[in-house]
């Protein structure tokens, strides 16, 4: 399966753009086959459903998104780029339509909306919506921090959490133009800092994961775009404490678990869902190491359900771990790879190999 890494850059001691990877999937092997270095603080991938188009957010103070057309390979090359008209781009996700691209920057505070066609950014931004709010957070949260857009099954909203003011904002998505217009926001719990979400696959369900507190807010979504916490349940155990701050949420193809990256901490909590996907048990974790040596960032499931990849923007490991099926807990699976800084994972399909003519 190929994957491409992204990660920091901004010294070089730090990782030196996408990195290209093959992974077996059987055996977690992970082999680098290609660097790309022409962008900097390519800190979030994102590939188009084709495969054949990678976007990737620059976590630059001006920020930037990039278009990449992917080779076989894995090879990259460079087809444009557009300013994100904010500060710290860290997230990018695509309209199930195809028609818009939109981009969290989280350091000023935006969403910004890129018409798409055929792959390519086109014309000026479709609309920016700029959050204002701040959380209690004086360090953390003095103003708005969006860090993530997800589009719901309907194709009809977008959710955004905020780490700066402990919501997520859900707009309404105009199919036409792009435009997003504010249809509410929820309140997750104070001092959450909620970074990153993750719908259940029957879209009745989300669950949203904490940066400033090491915990999961299960809520309800339905068909008007009003989002009701249910509860919340910690990804470490009560016992841990110290600096922890999770940073991804995923969950499997069938919904039945549930996977939290949990940065200090150094592992990966696993959760089974229940009731249809409203409740949430954590069931076991993964740990790598001892706090501050491995800071997990990103996760990422092989479609098969069967591996999951760990980025660790400390340790600079791409890592696989075996998954498994009646359980959902989670074992070493092959060796690390290295990858300077890594802060997000994702796969792309392989192309179609054409078959050989025949030798004569």
Not at 125 to 133: E, F, I, N
Not at 257 to 266: C, F, I
Not at 315 to 324: I, K, V
Request: aromatic share 6%; charged share 15%.
């Amino acid at each position: 399966m190929q994957l491409f890494v992204g990660g920091y850059s901004w010294t070089e001691t730090l990782a030196r753009g996408v990195r290209a990877v093959m992974s077996d999937p059987t055996t977690g092997e992970l082999v680098l086959t290609g660097t790309f270095t022409d962008i900097p603080n390519p800190f979030h991938l994102l590939p188009s459903p084709s495969g054949r188009t990678l976007y990737v957010a620059s976590n630059v103070p001006e920020g930037r998104v990039h278009v990449l057309r992917v080779g076989r390979g894995g090879s990259l090359e460079h087809l444009a780029e557009r300013p994100a008209l904010g500060a710290g781009t860290v997230h990018l996700s695509l309209h199930p339509s195809g028609r818009h691209l939109f981009a969290a920057n989280h350091d000023s505070g935006e969403v910004v909306v890129f018409p798409v066609e055929s792959g390519e950014l086109i014309g000026p931004p479709a609309d920016v919506v700029r959050h204002t709010g701040k959380g209690p957070d004086p360090v953390n949260q003095a103003g708005p921090h969006p860090h993530m857009t997800a589009t719901d099954q309907t194709g009809m909203f977008v959710l955004v959490p905020d780490k700066g003011d402990d919501h997520v904002h859900v707009y309404r998505y105009s199919a036409p133009d792009g435009h997003l217009t504010a249809a509410g926001r929820t309140h997750v719990g104070e001092g959450v800092g909620p970074r990153h979400l993750v719908f259940h696959p029957s879209g009745r369900y989300v669950y949203v994961v904490g940066e400033l507190r090491p915990v999961v807010v299960v809520c309800e979504f339905d068909a008007s775009g009003t989002l009701r916490p249910l509860g919340s349940v910690r990804t470490v155990p009560d016992e841990a404490d110290g600096w922890i701050a999770p940073s991804a949420v995923v969950t499997t193809a069938d919904g039945r678990y549930v996977y939290v990256a949990n940065r200090g901490h150094e592992s990966v909590a696993v959760f089974e869902t229940g009731a249809a996907g409203a409740l949430l048990k954590r069931v076991g974790e993964h740990r790598f190491g001892d706090p501050f040596t491995t800071l997990p960032w990103d996760l990422l499931i092989d479609p098969s359900g069967s591996v999951v990849y760990v980025a660790s923007q400390m340790a600079g490991t791409l890592t696989a771990l075996s998954a498994d099926a009646g359980t959902g807990l989670l074992g070493a699976l092959g060796a690390p790879l290295a990858v300077p800084d890594a802060a997000c994972v994702v796969a792309v399909p392989a192309p179609a190999t054409r078959p050989r003519p025949p030798v004569s």
